[in-house]
């Protein structure tokens, strides 16, 4: 199948410029202006719209479990595909007792494969630190894994990792080519202000953002830097809110250290007075780290300007909040109990571009780097993340004049609450390809289950 997008302005990270982009079965084959439409098998007009690569979602959770609630899983991925994305980057935990590559392999096939709406890449999470998953390491490039994934925080839950644990990570990630994310908090200190917090009678939503303040993420993000440097490993720092963890990474790069980070749209958008939302709204943005006071998030937008940060991706936990978030608080309860994490997947792209393209925060070539060329050059997804001949025809065309309420009456995301709740939008993706199949016409999601199919990572693509 042909498909043509005519008269459209192409996007990408460098540059934008009118032209016409020839797909041919699941690649761009031809960019040019005026490209002949008696070849095509469908011509896609796409005059005053935008042409960009489909955004990559570097951090998403389908399979979190948190004190015994489940997210929602791959069957709502069709979230993803109105919102722009067409590839995501999922952490997995290895099981207790399993390796990492055959925890993988299983949660892939009984729960991925055949199910999924987008591309895929996984990022295993090591959780259980016994000596021959280290061994694994070595062989996770040839199974298309070039990253993983450690939690520094959290405490008392099955997948917090130690110091040694990290070090011994990095040490044989720097061996085989695998690059280590850590979300960077101190978990004893967090652990310690929780149970003051607990003791004092400061149970609400609103404590979780006292019980893990930007000392917590700081401390944590200037030791992982460290523990790198000492491994002479490269490290990426996932989910950076604050000032406090941003100069620690600005201070690393300065010295030629291999260091790098994300944020997520939450941060960019929300502070913590969401957290103290009555009726137990809070809890709906109960994430880790918590939502800043509102000054830290001019720190976050520059350092996405200035390559500090260089992709902003959602952190995405299908928890819903009556049965999940809400019951967390019960009777007994505290801001302890919540789940964390927050349904966000669906409106990266909208929220991003209606907040920081309008607004003039972001230029349109930013936009496309840190939403979608940049992931796919930290995940090594070869092929993707560019608008150029002999990409993978996963393309956005994107209506600027379109204007919109987010909400969760409109996401696909499985849950019944959406962060995003009465919040103006600005432009949409009203038509989504997917390795050249159309999957998204005029806003709506005409794609199937299982046309999302694996990508095998390499490095340096
Ligand atoms: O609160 C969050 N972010 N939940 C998801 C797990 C994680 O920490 O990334
Ligand atoms: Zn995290
Ligand atoms: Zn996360």
Redesign the pocket.
């Known amino acids: 199948m042909k498909i043509l997008i005519k008269n459209g302005t192409v996007l990408t990270a460098e540059d934008e410029f009118r032209a016409d982009v020839l797909t041919d079965g699941e690649k761009i084959t031809a960019i040019g202006t005026d490209l002949p439409e008696n070849t095509a098998d469908r011509v896609i007009d796409a005059s005053g719209k935008y042409v960009m690569p489909g955004g990559i979602d570097q951090?998403v959770?389908y399979s979190?479990v948190y004190k015994g609630s489940r997210v929602r899983g791959f069957e709502t991925t069709n979230a993803c595909t109105v919102g722009g994305t067409t590839t995501v980057v999922e952490?997995v935990n290895q099981e207790k007792g399993r390796g990492l590559i055959e925890s993988l392999s299983d949660y892939d096939r009984n729960y991925v494969k055949g199910i999924s709406m987008v591309d895929y890449a996984f990022h295993p999470v090591l959780t259980d630190a016994r000596p021959e998953v280290f061994e694994e390491i070595k062989d996770l490039p040839g199974i298309g894994c070039i990253t993983m994934k450690l939690f520094m925080a959290y405490k008392g839950q099955f997948f917090h990792a130690d110091d040694e644990t990290i070090i011994r990570a990095l040490a044989a990630g720097k061996e085989a080519g695998v690059t280590v994310m850590l979300?960077a908090e101190n978990a004893d200190m967090v652990d310690y202000l929780t149970k003051k917090l607990i003791a004092e009678g400061k149970t609400g939503a609103y404590y979780h953002a006292l019980s893990r303040p930007p000392i917590v993420e700081g401390e944590a993000t200037q030791r992982a830097i460290r523990l790198a440097e000492m491994c002479q490993a490269p490290v990426y720092i996932?989910?950076v809110t604050c000032r406090e963890a941003l100069s620690a990474i600005k201070e690393a790069q300065q010295k030629g250290l291999p260091v790098a980070g994300e944020t997520c749209a939450h941060y960019l958008l929300f502070d913590e007075s969401s957290l103290a939302l009555p009726n137990d709204e809070g809890a709906k943005f109960v994430c880790s780290p918590a939502l800043r006071t509102k000054d830290h998030q001019p720190y976050l937008w520059e350092a996405l300007r200035n390559g500090w940060l260089n992709a902003v991706s959602s952190?995405h936990?299908g928890f819903d909040w009556a049965v999940q978030k809400h019951l967390g608080m019960g009777k007994g309860c505290t801001f302890a109990d919540i789940p964390n994490?927050a349904p966000s997947v669906q409106n990266r792209l909208n929220a991003i571009w209606t907040y920081g393209v309008c607004e003039g925060k972001l230029s349109r070539q930013k936009f496309v780097e840190i939403m979608s060329t940049n992931p796919a050059r930290i995940n090594g997804l070869a092929g993707k993340g560019h608008i150029a001949p002999g990409y993978d025809a996963d393309i956005v065309i994107f209506d600027p004049d379109y204007r919109g309420i987010m909400s969760a009456n409109t996401c696909l995301e499985g849950v019944d609450y959406s962060i995003y709740e009465g919040m103006e939008q600005k432009g949409r993706p009203e038509t989504v390809l997917l390795r050249g199949k159309v999957i998204v016409e005029h806003g709506i999601y005409t794609g199937k289950k299982g046309d999302g199919k694996k990508i095998f990572c390499r490095k340096d693509q």
């Open positions: 951090h959770h979190f952490f979300h996932v989910h952190d936990c994490g």
